[in-house]
C-alpha cells in the first residue's frame, strides 16, 4: 500500500486509520459542498431589498438594458445602477410605494443599495463585458430573458467548458451589435446565422481565445 500515513502510524490500528480517511474526506466533501457559494449554481435567485422587476421595467417599459447597466459595452463590469438612476423616474411616480422605502433611504443618506449579487466568477478567472457587447452576443446567451424575469435568476453554469463552449464556435451566437439588448432577437433562418457569424468573425477579426491565460491572468 502506498505511504499515506508516517511510520509511526502503523501503529495505529488499520481500522482507526480507515475511519481518520472517511473523516477527513467528509470534512473535505462538506467544505467543498456547503461551502462553495450559491451563486455557482443554475437557478440561484435571491431575495433582493427591493423587489425590483426586469419583467416590468425592460419588457414592459422597455427601457434599455444600457439604461442602466452603462458599463456593459465600456468595460468589464456591466455595474448595477446607482439610486439616482431609479430617482429620475421615483422622484415622482410611485413615490409612496412602501416597497421603494429603500430606495428613498438609500437616496437621502447616500449610501448605496445593498443589491445581492447573482453572477459572480471565482477571483482565478477574468471577464470583461465590453468585448463581448461589441463583438456582438446578446445578454440573453449568458443571462436568458431578463425582460421576462420578475426576480433575477442565474441561466447558465457560467463554468469553463461553458465559455469554452461558445469560444470554440463564437459564429453560432454573434448578431448585429444594434441588436445586443434586444433580447427577443433570432436570427430569421440557420442559414442566416452560420453565413452572417462566420462573415463577422472575418470581417471584425474575431478571435475567442481557449488558451488559459486569456481568462486566468
Ligand atoms: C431600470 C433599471 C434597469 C434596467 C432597464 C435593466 N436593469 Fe438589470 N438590474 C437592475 C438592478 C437594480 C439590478 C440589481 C437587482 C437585481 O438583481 O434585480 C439589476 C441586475 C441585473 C442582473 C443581475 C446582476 C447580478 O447580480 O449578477 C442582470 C444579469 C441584469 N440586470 C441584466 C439586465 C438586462 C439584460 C437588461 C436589459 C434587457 C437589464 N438588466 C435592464 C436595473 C436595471
Ligand atoms: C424610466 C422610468 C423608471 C426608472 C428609471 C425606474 N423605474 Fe421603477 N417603475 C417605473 C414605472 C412606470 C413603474 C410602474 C408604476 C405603476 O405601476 O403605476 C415602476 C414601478 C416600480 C416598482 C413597483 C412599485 C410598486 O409599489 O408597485 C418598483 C419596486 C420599482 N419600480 C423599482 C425601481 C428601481 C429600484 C429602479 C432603479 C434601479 C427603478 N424602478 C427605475 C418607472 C421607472
Ligand atoms: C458572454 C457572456 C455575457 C454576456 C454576453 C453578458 N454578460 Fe453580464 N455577466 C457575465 C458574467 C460571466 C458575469 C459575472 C462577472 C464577474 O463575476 O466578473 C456577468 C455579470 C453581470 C452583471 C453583474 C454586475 C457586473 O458588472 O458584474 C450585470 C448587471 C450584467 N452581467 C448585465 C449584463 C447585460 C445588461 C448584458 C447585455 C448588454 C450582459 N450582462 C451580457 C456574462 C455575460
Ligand atoms: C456566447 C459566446 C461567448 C461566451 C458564452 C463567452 N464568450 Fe468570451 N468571447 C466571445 C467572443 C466572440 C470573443 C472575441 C471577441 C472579439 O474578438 O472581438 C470573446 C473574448 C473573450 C476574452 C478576450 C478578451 C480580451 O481582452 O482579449 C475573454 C478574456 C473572454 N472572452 C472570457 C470569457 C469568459 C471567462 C467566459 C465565461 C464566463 C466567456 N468569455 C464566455 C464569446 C463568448
Ligand atoms: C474562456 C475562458 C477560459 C479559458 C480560456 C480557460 N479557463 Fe479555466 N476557468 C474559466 C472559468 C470561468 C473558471 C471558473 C469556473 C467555475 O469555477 O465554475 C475556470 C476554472 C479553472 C480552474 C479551476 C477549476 C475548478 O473547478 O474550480 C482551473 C484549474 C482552470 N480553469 C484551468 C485552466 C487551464 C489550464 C486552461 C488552459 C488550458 C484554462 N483554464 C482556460 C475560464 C477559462
Redesign the pocket.
Known sequence: MAQIFPKWADKVPKKIQLGIIVLVTGIVFGFWYFGSPDYLEVGYAPEQP????HD??AGQ?D?DCR??HGGVELSAAASV?S?Q??M???EA??AD????AP?RESWESGDP?EWVRVHKLPEHSYFDHSIHINAGIGCDSCHGRVDRMERVIKKESMSMSWCLDCHNNPEEQLRPVEEVTNLAWEPPDEEYQQEFGEMMVSKRNIVAPVYCNACHR
Open positions: 427591493i423587489p425590483f422587476s416590468l421595467h417599459l427601457i439604461y442602466c445602477p439610486s438612476t431609479c429620475t423616474c421615483h411616480i410611485e410605494s412602501p416597497d421603494l430606495l443599495i
